[in-house]
């Protein structure tokens, strides 16, 4: 248990530095039109290199970063990132960009989306945000409140990962989601 607790605190020292050196990356992900055959959408993926561990799987990084709450500046950074990549890319492609629940909660995800798409140029239109059930197992006015504001101003709201949670699907009725990507389980 020792040696789980020291390599887990180290992994908490070696994410506070990876964000303050700039060391994670945003890799994207093209998501095709069958219909066109052209790119729709790139989700964009946030990645690590470690400079000794080499590549971190966001599977051990991401919950540590949100257990520790660093979740929040990584997760808005990511945002801005993928905000400004896109503005490069042709007028007709999205970027998709997964809010965890406690970035969600825990900023202003109105600012920040607003902020990001100002900074890099881009349309709303251009931006889909990605949430979990999670997000919407907090039903309340707040998250009904962002979640109505982001898509009045255009941006996208998708559903992701659904069917591995509670799946209701009164969700389809409550909140103004844009798109649902049902689990592959």
Not at 29 to 58: F, K, M, N, T
Not at 61 to 78: Q, S, T
Not at 136 to 161: P, Q, Y
Request: net charge negative.
């Amino acid at each position: 248990m020792e040696v789980i607790a020291k390599q887990r605190r180290a992994l908490e020292m070696d994410i506070r530095t990876a964000i303050t050196n700039e060391e994670f990356q945003v890799h994207f992900q093209p998501i095709i039109d069958l219909r066109s055959g052209r790119v729709a959408v790139c989700e964009a993926l946030l990645r690590w290199h470690h400079p000794v561990r080499g590549v971190v799987s966001p599977a051990e990084f991401i919950p540590i970063a949100e257990e520790m709450g660093l979740i929040v500046e990584l997760g808005n950074w990511a945002v801005r990132k993928a905000c400004l990549e896109c503005a490069s890319w042709p007028s007709d492609v999205r970027v998709a960009v997964n809010i965890s629940a406690i970035q969600f909660r825990r900023s202003n995800v109105c600012t920040v989306v607003q902020e990001a798409l100002e900074a890099a140029g881009l349309p709303p239109h251009r931006l889909e945000i990605e949430i979990t059930e999670s997000v919407l197992l907090d039903d309340t006015e707040i998250t009904h409140k962002a979640l109505h504001e982001l898509r009045k101003s255009g941006v996208w709201i998708s559903l992701d990962d659904f069917g591995t949670g509670y799946s209701s699907l009164s969700y389809l009725h409550r909140f103004p989601l844009n798109k649902i990507k049902i689990d592959r389980s």
